[in-house]
């Protein structure tokens, strides 16, 4: 059976830009070409992805996956500390353009919510100190993840998809909004983000948008009920708890 870009994208859970730097800059996959140029990937071409991706997803840089790929008995190892300080040194160094692109390549190469949940999150836990050049190179940090994340939620709005709102609720770190919309992108889902959390939430204004709300801390009776109610008056509501 023979799959577009897009398709291909969706059943293996990356992006598209994901695939094609995979291809272009380090030979991975080699899709066929239509009369007119377009990629057409078959059903081999999706195990070999699921293949990439069991090695990225353990932190392997892109570009050492294409020999390992023939040595499928090599001992799995974790690199994702080595981007983590690649990362951090860069910020402590002041070299905010070089940050910036380290960031959105690695988006390119990587999976994002591994991107996420093993290098962002615990890169910001390490410039987390209440003292005023940690706050200040954590602001820096955010400041870089929400641009990157608007513009993957800008390419997203290119193609059809449903329609979310993400926000936070009971939440005392904004950040997470980005990070968690930031998971979803390259998904077929066209999000919109409500940047800090609300004092007040009214998602019955949007009845036809599904709603995702970040969350931290337990979630008491008193906030399931509320749930409740708001799953009555909208398309879906889901809780994202951290």
């Known amino acids: 059976m023979s799959y577009s870009i897009g398709e291909f994208a969706r059943l293996c859970g990356i992006t598209a830009t994901t695939l094609r730097a995979w291809q272009r800059r380090y030979g991975l996959l080699k899709p066929q070409r239509t009369d007119g140029g377009h990629r057409l990937y078959n059903d081999d071409d999706i195990q070999q992805a699921l293949k990439i991706l069991d090695w990225v997803k353990k932190g392997v840089p892109i570009s050492q ?22 990362m951090l040194q860069r910020l402590n160094e002041g070299k905010i353009e070089a940050l910036r692109q380290l960031i959105y390549d690695a988006g390119r190469e990587y ?13 910001r836990s390490k410039v987390s100190a209440n003292v005023p050049a940690m706050l200040t ?47 979803r992108t390259g998904q077929g889902h066209r999000i919109d983000v409500l940047p800090a959390s609300p004092v007040a939430l009214a998602p019955e204004i949007f ?21 409740a109610l708001w799953q009555q008056q909208v398309t879906s509501l889901d809780i994202i708890p951290l």
């Open 111 to 123: 999976p994002r919510p591994e991107l996420v949940t093993k290098v962002l999150r615990p890169l």
């Open 207 to 227: 009845p036809d948008r599904k709603w995702l709300l970040v969350t931290s801390g337990k979630v008491s009776a008193a906030r399931k009920k509320q749930l």
């Open 137 to 183: 190179l954590r602001e820096i940090l955010d400041g870089i993840i929400i641009s990157y994340t608007s513009f993957c939620l800008e390419g997203d709005r290119r193609a059809p998809g449903d329609n979310y709102l993400i926000t936070g609720w009971h939440l005392t770190d904004p950040c997470e909004i980005w990070l968690e919309a930031l998971c």
């Open 65 to 86: 996956v294409k020999p390992l790929l023939a040595r499928p008995g090599v001992r799995l190892t974790d690199n994702w500390l080595t981007l983590q300080e690649k």
